[in-house]
């Protein structure tokens, strides 16, 4: 009883409890009933798709509008924390942290098998022939939409409105923060509380998504490099998310200086590594040609490309791809923003912007170009049948299937295996922190930059991987992409909410003030 009392006065009690209550629920009905957990899913997925795709569409437009602005107006000379503030992690860590903490697992589990799959299998409104010249130069013009700008910028737009709120005006550490603008100190109350247990919510059904792949890609690469059919699949994937959640959560629990940025930088390391590999060993004119074409084709279409949402064509493609992805990054945006806020003191606004938003996007079109390009070059030019390796063993072997092609693929096995167990910790490890320092009490008002206590990040760890593993017993990879579509819809309707209170906000407190000032300097002259 003593220490039930102990761990009821660490928490936040009406941030916590609600989320984790209904998490709890829900990973013991989904153990109980895993078939019924993802036709329910599924349903809730299409009824979103048929309803609200317009607004995912239009809605990530202005986010990524709202970051340009808000980087590069009058407002991004801004120093968090304030003018005196030095920043505490240099631009390298900070580069590594923001990266790896977004969607690193999703790059590696898609930067072959995604590329190759547009030119093996492009969509039916591009007109394009499968396996054609055309498909072959068009695979990646859809990739960039999903993995460039888009994510990065829902990120950093609810980072930004959470950042100078926290930093410069002491407000609490927490999501609905962002809302202070609109509510004012309402949101220290049951509306605040509702939103930031929502934000807690949807952030693990998309760690969820993420660890459900991870461990897919991981099982799926150690069988297909040991040549050994696991009898039984659903084991494996308990092992692998049971191993790495200890990993993560001992990592969480070293701080955020010595464990996240350890990992990240070295998941950087290795992401480099193999991109320098693939580069001299591989088609490197071809890589270098068919990126720069793919750049200019997603920025002269970048518009086009996120309106577009097949109004008379209807062939799924746009939903079952382009709203999944935005809507898995939006699952995942407003805690990954408050994170990154941790991060900024000490920066400008536009630097928030610029390593938030513009360098990994960059770091995207990198990626993309390099595994995305050899692998459609050597199944056009050179006859290498990754694609029909990856229909044969599910295409969480698609990195596996590329990398043996290349000189040294045992070392580049391995440095793939870590790669994804690093992407997969770092991502989870972040997380963990941030929804421990959310709900614990200290936070609520502010009150420590300490963060909190060992036992919530133990906690919200072990119910991010119990969530991953429910999800793949109720139907793999499906039932991880439709879990989390519904998630991202009313956290949209959030950001958007934000996103104005801070352009509000921004021009009260700067543009009101000075025009007061200026207006007192006149009568007294």
Not at 52 to 68: N, T
Request: positive net charge; glycine residues 10%.
């Amino acid at each position: 009883m003593r220490d039930l009392k102990g761990f009821l006065g660490i928490i936040n009690k009406q941030i916590f409890l609600p989320p984790a209550v209904l998490l709890v629920s829900m990973v013991l009905v989904g153990a109980m009933f895993p078939e019924g957990f993802g036709i329910a899913a599924n349903h809730a997925f299409k009824f979103c798709i048929k309803y609200f795709s317009w607004f995912y569409a239009l809605g990530l437009c202005f986010l990524l509008l709202f970051v340009m602005w808000a980087g590069f107006s009058k407002y991004g000379d801004i120093r968090l924390g304030g003018e005196d503030a030095e920043p505490e992690i240099s631009f390298f860590t900070w580069f590594a942290i923001a990266l790896t903490s977004g969607i690193a697992i999703g790059i590696v589990f898609y930067g072959v098998a995604e590329p190759l799959g547009n030119y093996t299998n492009p969509a039916s409104f591009t007109g394009l022939a499968p396996r054609s010249i055309e498909a072959a130069e068009g695979a990646l013009r859809t990739v960039l939409l999903h993995w460039g700008f888009h994510p990065y910028a829902t990120y950093t737009a609810f980072g930004i409105c959470v950042a100078f709120l926290f930093h410069n005006k002491k407000r609490a550490f927490k999501v609905s923060t962002g809302l202070y603008p609109l509510l004012g100190d309402r949101v220290n109350g049951l509306v605040g509380n509702l939103i930031d247990g929502l934000c807690i919510f949807s952030i693990v059904a998309g760690i969820g998504t993420s660890l459900g792949i991870g461990a897919m890609q991981l099982a799926g690469g150690i069988g297909y490099i040991s040549g050994v059919a696991f009898k039984s699949v659903l084991l494996l994937w308990f092992a692998i998310i049971a191993a790495i959640a200890v990993f993560y959560i001992v990592a969480a629990c070293t701080g955020l200086h010595k464990g996240i940025a350890l990992i990240s930088n070295l998941n950087v390391y290795i992401y480099f590594i193999l991109i320098v590999w693939v580069f001299l060993f591989g088609p490197t004119l071809y890589i270098l040609n068919n990126t720069t074409s793919a750049l200019g084709d997603y920025i002269s279409s970048i518009a086009r490309q996120s309106l577009y949402l097949e109004p008379a064509l209807q062939s799924g493609w746009v939903g079952g791809w382009t709203i999944f992805y935005w809507s898995w990054w939006l699952a995942f945006a407003p805690m990954v923003g408050l994170f990154l806020v941790k991060l900024a003191k000490g920066r400008t606004i536009r630097e928030f912007v610029l390593v938030n938003c513009f360098a990994p996007t960059l770091f995207a079109v990198v990626w993309f170009g390099v595994f995305g390009g050899s692998s459609i070059f050597m199944e056009h030019f050179q006859n290498i049948a990754i694609s029909s390796e990856i229909a044969e063993h599910g295409i969480e072997v698609a990195l596996f299937a590329f990398l043996k092609h290349f000189p040294l693929p045992k070392i580049l096995a391995v440095l793939g295996i870590l790669a994804i167990v690093f992407s997969f910790v770092t991502l989870a490890e972040s997380m963990t922190l941030t929804l421990a320092n959310m709900t614990s009490s200290a936070y609520e008002k502010n009150q420590s930059d300490e963060d909190a206590p060992n036992i919530l990040k133990v906690f919200w760890g072990c119910v991010m991987a119990a969530m991953a593993f429910v999800l793949l017993m109720s139907g793999g990879l499906k039932s991880l992409q439709t879990s989390v579509v519904v998630c991202g819809l009313p956290i949209l309707a959030l950001g958007l909410t934000m996103c104005a209170g801070y352009v509000k906000f921004m021009k009260e407190e700067f543009d009101v003030k000075k025009e007061k000032r200026v207006k007192a300097l006149m009568r007294a002259a």
